[in-house]
């Protein structure tokens, strides 16, 4: 008995370092898989455009409007650490803001250029927030919550600007609808009965055997401003880099980009790419030529995409080689 004892302890020592050794070897790989996607990101973003255009593109904006698209990008990204920081509040925990800010700008930075927020997106927050003792549980309620709040913003403001000050569809989109008013009246009334639900309803609603709890409204108004403010940076940002002579408002632009990025964000293609700037070029071009529009929107896509992606995926990188070092010294 004495020795059948030893031998199971022997073994599950064994399993409990082999065990370790697979999360070490996993936790590598996926660091080495989101390296991947990000390479093939900018690569697929680029592969249409030759080196020359990319230049003659961004040489035609001024320095000054590209100073000003960063700085904007900069707020956009520390706005976006709201939706995991009311995630939390939501389960009621709590976590260090700097691990909530790094894991939320990693997250953010893959899903946005990538795309398949679900996907990219709720791998970071798991390894990220299981390293800090989060349970599986909260992490997914985290995920759902943050995904739900994205949503927010865009049918606030869009529905408002819509409603207020609605667009000419083009006919190449072939929707139901030649303006974009009655998307403005149904956008407002999902919002309307998500604010009234989170005010009357306290106990869980069970949905496919999963639990859902309205937030309190406290939670479900501030979801509704950081997301909308989201929204609209992320639109300032393209804005500053049209050119200096358009006679385009920020308002009517407004409205615009949420129509090319509700496009973009349905048809779930990485970052939008093909439909955001179709659109964009459909309803802009007779105001702004299409290549001066062409060359903002590489810009865009290299200051709000690119670069945020690219600083992702060194703190990532650096995340692996200290997390390697520690798993050796242990």
């Known amino acids: 008995m004495t020795m059948l004892c030893q031998g199971n302890g022997i073994f599950a020592n064994r399993f409990l370092r082999m065990s370790k050794k697979l999360q070490i070897n996993f936790s590598s790989l996926f660091g080495l898989l989101l390296l991947a996607l990000s390479v093939w990101a900018i690569a697929n973003e680029l592969h249409e455009y030759n080196y020359h255009d990319i230049l003659a593109a961004i040489a035609a904006i001024s320095p000054q409007s590209l100073v000003w698209a960063i700085v904007l990008t900069a707020f956009g990204y520390l706005i976006m650490v709201g939706y995991d920081i009311l995630g939390f509040a939501y389960i009621h925990r709590s976590l260090n803001w700097r691990k909530i800010a790094l894991t939320n700008f990693i997250s953010s930075s893959f899903s946005n250029t990538i795309g398949f927020a679900l ?192 600083l992702a995926t060194c703190l990532l990188i650096l995340d692996e080689i200290i997390g390697n070092r520690k798993q050796k010294a242990e």
């Open 119 to 310: 996907l990219t997106g709720s791998a970071i927050r798991y390894r990220f927030y299981s390293r800090w003792q989060v349970s599986p549980i909260a992490i997914a309620q985290i995920i759902a919550f943050v995904n739900f709040t994205f949503w927010l913003g865009m049918f606030t403001v869009a529905g408002l600007i819509f409603l207020i000050h609605p667009l000419n569809i083009p006919t190449q989109l072939h929707l139901p609808f030649t303006t974009v008013r009655p998307l403005g009246v149904i956008f407002l009334g999902l919002i309307l009965i998500y604010l009234i639900s989170s005010f009357t309803i306290k106990q869980p609603l069970i949905i496919r055997a999963h639990e859902f709890r309205f937030p309190g409204l406290p939670i479900s108004f501030m979801q509704i401003i950081i997301s909308s403010l989201d929204w609209m940076f992320a639109a300032a940002v393209l804005y500053a880099l049209l050119p200096n002579n358009t006679a385009l408002s920020y308002l009517d632009f407004l409205g615009i980009y949420l129509l090319a990025m509700f496009a973009g964000v349905v048809s779930n293609v990485p970052g939008g790419l093909g439909v955001f700037e179709t659109v964009i070029l459909l309803i802009i071009s007779r105001q702004i030529s299409a290549a001066a529009v062409l060359g903002s929107m590489l810009a865009y896509r290299g200051v709000y995409y690119f670069l945020p992606l690219l």
